[in-house]
């Protein structure tokens, strides 16, 4: 190891010792998860109506106004990729006109397809009045352009650097929803849907928000901005907070033959350790009650009805979960009986899905008391997972550990052995797949703060090829937040309808959200 090695380590803040860890999954890649069953109703996901729904309200209100609750957002995510599409016609479309793309769009080019789909419809988009006068600044007309089916201009407006410049923005500063006269970012969208179901008696919404150290201004006066417009309309404080991802996540790049990568001038080249790297910021939180959602995961105002209701219902579930797993912790610690373990053992069985090794089947007392105290004094999640109408993918799986335990977990698709029949066939069974739609008990039966880095499997990393001044190279990603950043969690998973759901992972997806964000579009 050079000393120059050393010198950067120190001040990432990552030891000699984790850089080989990081090296070495390169080498030697993490064996992939052992689906045993997708999860299903019944079996795994929980359908929660009528009593139980009301029963979740009322506990969720009580922790409500106690001001126990918050709400965690990643938003250091750039919009780059939702323009994928439009950049990418723009480079092999000239000259970008309605005729031109049709066309292209016609002999089966699908870049050409989405931006032909963005012109038509450009006029609805809650940023046109933005980018018509950033085109007026220059002396171009966007309407007329709109009209003539001339696209080029517009995309170059949007994306470039000449205009608003929205590729390179991040997603949580952009407008999104057309709300009267004017345009809502998802920074404010958030705000809005906390102030519905967070606020504590004394009106304050609790927020924290993981942004990128390069937008850390510009947040700070979205969140500024979005309290003089909404606090007194709302009646509520937000209570705000931001955080960056820290140097000390960061992993190491590797070149094709595993060994690190390097810069021109012979420096370890470091990259951002994904959205797992994030338990981090989390765990300094030291809060109590937290849910999760991504940035880009927000409807507008007037539809929060269904969201807000399911978040009630979520949250209200965890609350009584969390008293049932103390009351049981509390009989552990304090008597230890066979009465209270074999109460504890079912409680964990009947409800988590865990399973007793066989040794503890009619072992000692102490050994199940042990295994008890231990599977239960965990971070709890409640996690709200979407119908998927039978397309394959990541989401809610019975899982099989390296002692043969099984539990479930959240499973992304690059876990499972592409090359495994049997596994394949598991994943396309899946029925639900994950929204990311969480909240988390962060405090333990005595109420400190748990410490989540306890009770991630920070083997669970992913590896990807990326490029780096024009080469191929294998990048590193910590085990993702609510896959292996969670994996020792006690977890259950509940249906929730897919109007709670309105991701926006491209600009198109702001038309095709129906009716979060317009009306629905043949894209």
């Known amino acids: 190891m050079r000393q120059s090695d050393r010198i950067d380590l120190a001040r990432r803040g990552i030891s000699e010792a984790e850089l080989g860890r990081q090296l070495g999954f390169f080498a030697c890649p993490p064996a992939w998860v052992t689906l045993d069953a997708a999860c299903r109703l019944g079996a795994g996901i929980t359908q929660v109506h009528g009593a139980d729904a ?33 950049i990418s016609a723009r480079g092999r479309v000239d000259p970008m006109t309605r005729d031109a793309l049709a066309l292209a769009a016609e002999a089966g080019d699908d870049d050409a397809r989405q931006a032909l789909a963005f012109g038509d419809n450009i006029r609805r988009f809650a940023f046109f009045p933005a980018l018509a006068a950033a085109m007026g600044d220059a002396g171009l007309d966007a309407t007329s352009l709109a009209d003539r089916g001339v696209y080029g201009p517009l995309v170059e407006y949007l994306v470039g650097s000449v205009g608003l410049g929205y590729a390179a923005r991040p997603k949580g500063l952009l407008d999104f929803h057309v709300c009267g006269d004017g345009s809502r970012t998802p920074l404010e969208a958030h705000l809005i849907e906390a102030a519905a179901f967070i606020r504590d008696a004394g009106g304050v919404c609790r927020l924290h928000l993981t942004v990128s150290a390069d937008h850390l201004a510009q947040f700070e006066a979205g969140v500024e901005a979005a309290r003089r417009d909404h606090e007194a309309r709302l009646g509520v404080r937000f209570d705000v907070s931001l955080s960056v991802q820290g ?17 021109a001038q012979g420096r370890l080249v470091f990259r951002p350790g994904g959205h797992g790297a994030l338990l981090e910021n989390l765990n300094s939180l030291e809060g109590d009650v937290a849910f999760v959602k991504n940035i880009d995961n927000i409807a507008p105002e007037h539809l929060n009805g269904p969201t807000v209701h399911w978040k009630r219902v979520l949250g209200g579930c965890l609350v009584a979960l969390q008293r049932q797993v103390r009351r049981h912790l509390q009989a552990l610690h304090s008597r230890g009986g066979e009465a209270e373990v074999d109460d504890a053992l079912a409680f964990l069985c009947d409800t988590w899905g865990h399973e007793l090794p066989p040794p503890l089947v009619g072992g000692s007392r102490a050994a199940r008391l042990d295994f008890a105290i231990e599977h239960l004094d965990r971070p709890i999640r409640v996690c709200g997972m979407v119908p998927n109408h039978g397309q394959p993918g990541g989401g809610p799986f019975w899982v099989r550990g390296p002692g043969g335990e099984r539990d479930v977990q959240i499973v992304e698709t690059a876990q499972v052995d592409a090359g495994a029949p049997a596994q394949m066939a598991i994943l396309a069974a899946a029925t639900h797949f994950n929204p990311v739609d969480l909240v988390c008990g962060l405090r333990n039966w005595r109420d400190e703060p748990f410490d989540l880095r306890r009770f991630a499997d920070t083997d669970r990393v992913f590896i990807s090829e990326k490029s780096y001044e024009g080469r191929p190279v294998k990048a590193l990603e910590h085990a993702g937040l609510w896959n292996g950043g969670m994996a020792r969690w006690l977890s259950l998973f509940i249906e929730v309808p897919p109007e709670t759901f309105n991701p926006v992972k491209t600009v198109n997806d702001l038309l095709v959200l129906e009716p979060a964000h317009g009306e629905r579009v043949s894209i």
């Open 54 to 86: 009301a029963r979740f309200s009322r506990a969720f209100e009580e922790a409500r106004l106690a001001g126990r609750c918050a709400k965690f957002v990643p938003a250091s995510g750039a919009a780059s990729r939702m323009f994928t599409a439009l």
């Open 247 to 263: 140097a000390s996540t960061d992993t190491v790049a590797a070149d094709l033959d595993n060994a690190p990568l390097r810069d």
